[in-house]
């Protein structure tokens, strides 16, 4: 599990490699890579066995390995996840990955997660949690 610090009082979680790539790709915080040591294309190229990739970086080619699958994430009934929220459709076309989100209020997020995470069945691939909840859900092991 990764943990990405976002939005000043929150964090998003996510429990797979997959997740962290949306995550990244909602919240805009995915840089183009680097070009590889191999490579002579240029910034932003990707090396594979030592020859550039010929297509240039973008979303829909990051999402790639990842299209058709779904995600579900947890938001706030707040203004700005619900424009997070209204950004999931142009998401889905760019990437090909489906979210799935539920909107749970604070006082009950943290209840919610604490469930989620002791189920032994979680239904969430990325959460929202307050910062002051942290050190609890790491020292539980919840969250890395």
Do not use: H
Not at 18 to 37: D, E, I, Q
Not at 71 to 97: C, Q
Not at 122 to 142: H, M, Q, T, Y
Request: charged share 20%; proline share 6%; glycine share 8%.
């Amino acid at each position: 599990m990764s943990t990405l610090k976002l939005m000043g009082f929150a964090a998003w979680c996510v429990r797979s490699a997959c997740t962290a790539l949306a995550v990244g790709l909602l919240a805009g915080s995915l840089p183009a890579p680097a070009a590889g040591p191999e490579s002579s294309a240029g910034p932003g190229a990707v090396a594979r066995s030592g020859q550039a990739d010929k297509r240039a970086w973008s979303y829909a080619n990051a999402a790639e390995p990842y299209r058709g699958i779904t995600i579900t994430a947890s938001f706030l009934p707040r203004p700005g996840y619900e424009a997070a929220i209204a950004l999931i459709p142009e998401f889905e076309r760019l990437t090909g990955i489906k979210v799935k989100w539920e909107s749970i209020y604070y006082e009950k997020m943290r209840e919610a997660l604490v469930l989620d995470f002791t189920s032994g069945k979680p239904r969430f691939d990325v959460i929202l949690i307050d910062i002051v909840w942290i050190g609890e859900f790491a020292s539980a092991d919840w969250i890395a």
